[in-house]
């Protein structure tokens, strides 16, 4: 889990991952949305991908990526745990 709060913690993985969330996107559709190298970007997609955060799917010579949303389940646990509060019981009369 830990390689998933490493890669949650970059704002611009968080936008990766918002973007790749409505549709499959090729490499270069994702450099297209930032001002970044492509290096940068690649870089990005490297730790999502390492994470397990987004699959891979190669046409010819173009990665195609979207997103996985079962790692993210581990985080949205425990940050619920984190925040939730109990309501106390009321005692009955």
Known sequence: MKNV???MADR???EILLLVKDRPYTAG???DQFSLSAATVSHHLAVLKEAGLVQVTRRAQTLIYSIR????SEITET???LTY???PLRRRR
């Open 5 to 7: 709060w490493d890669a």
């Open 79 to 81: 940050v619920l745990a």
């Open 85 to 87: 509060e109990p309501v």
């Open 69 to 72: 949303t079962a790692p993210l």
């Open 29 to 31: 559709e994702i450099c």
């Open 12 to 14: 611009t993985r968080r």
